[in-house]
């Protein structure tokens, strides 16, 4: 109301450029006012927005910024369920979302190949953070597809993802440190659910009979999995479904297979199932039923607000997955009973 007031009782009249008149000085700089204010006055949403914006490539990551950012980050995830992140190219629309964060949160150690360069130039004027690079070198993989890098899928171990989780949450202080007793305390709250995590992957997990602790699946994601948890690891493709390079002869795993009477094998959410179903069909044709312990999600979450849609629910149901086919013991229902049966 007082703007319409202001703007209907300013003109009344015509000035000539002599004659200065105080007053109408004062209402042109009124009317100025104003119009700078008028896109605030009009636009209540912007009051409510939170104070910063974050963006987050992969779910994980994504999921460990919303438990510890709550109401007081605006989040986008770039990678949804069943997106490869060693694949994955940006649109237009994620480009415009990078370029209005405040924040943007990677995993780095080469996971998003194709994303990296885009991301370091964007480092350039905004802060941008490759949360598993925070874990201490000597508590990561090295792999020997490739030379001076580590593996990747930090996120497959619990006690290595808490490292990561303290980093996103140094990162949001830092980018709003009014927030920060909140961030210290949403992140506690996360860490005592990822150590029960933990626990529960490792009672699980040795329930399994040691001969059978051997993990067959599409690529090699699961290998801090297997080192946390004692299983031999076997990828039939290599650290990154980008090099078919890495293919492990298929011939060799189903003499594995054959061999060791491995039961089951796993396909994964964001990796075709074609390698999994050739080494299936290739075990019968040895006369070895081999029989598929179900779908893991190796390198994205499930779907969007689903239990598995989460950090705790993608482990628990990979965990429990496991234990299951492999003729250990887990309750059905995972860690929280919130398992999609
Ligand atoms: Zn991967």
């Known amino acids: 109301m007082i703007v319409n007031i202001i703007f209907c009782g300013g003109n009344d009249g015509p000035q000539g450029p002599m004659s200065f008149d105080i007053g109408e000085a004062f209402m042109r700089f009124l009317r100025i006012l104003t119009v700078m204010l008028l896109p605030f ?9 939170a104070p910063i914006k974050v963006v987050a490539t992969t779910g994980m990551i994504a999921d460990a910024a919303s438990q510890i950012g709550g109401d007081l980050i605006e989040l986008k995830t770039l990678m949804g369920a069943g997106v490869d992140p060693h694949s994955f190219r940006q649109t237009r629309s994620d480009i415009l979302a990078l370029m209005n964060a405040d924040l943007i949160l990677w995993n780095g150690l080469y996971l998003e190949a194709q994303l990296e360069p885009l991301l370091l130039d964007l480092g350039q004027s905004r802060t941008v ?3 598993a690079e925070a874990i201490p070198q000597d508590r990561l ?27 996103v949450r140094d990162a949001l202080s830092a980018s709003y440190p009014e ?6 305390a949403n992140a506690a709250q996360h860490l005592a659910e990822i150590d029960r995590l933990a626990a529960y992957a490792q009672s699980s997990l040795s329930s399994v009979p040691e001969a059978a602790r051997v993990l067959v699946t599409a690529h ?6 297997g080192r946390a948890f004692d299983f031999e690891v076997l990828g039939i493709q290599g650290i990154s479904t980008a090099s078919e390079a890495g293919l492990l002869q298929i011939s060799t795993l189903v003499d ?11 396909v994964e959410s964001s990796v075709s199932d074609r390698n999994i179903r050739a080494l299936q069909e290739g075990a019968a044709a040895q006369g070895h039923a081999v029989a598929i312990g179900g779908e893991l999600y190796s390198d994205a979450m499930g779907p969007e607000d689903s239990y598995e849609g989460t950090y705790i ?6 965990i429990t997955t496991i234990t299951r086919a492999l003729g250990g013991t887990a309750p059905e229902g995972g860690m929280n009973g919130a398992l999609t049966p």
């Open 141 to 167: 993989r090295s792999h020997p597809e490739y030379e001076d890098r580590f593996d990747p899928h930090v996120w497959m171990d619990p006690t290595l993802w808490r490292i990561v989780v303290l980093a």
């Open 256 to 266: 594995t297979l054959v061999a060791r009477q491995i039961g089951a094998i796993f």
């Open 313 to 318: 629910g993608m482990l628990d149901h990979n």
């Open 41 to 49: 006055l009009a636009a209540p949403a912007l009051a409510q927005s």
């Open 220 to 225: 090699d994601a699961f290998g801090y999995f």
């Open 129 to 131: 953070v490759a949360v």
């Open 179 to 184: 927030g920060a007793a909140i961030f210290e």
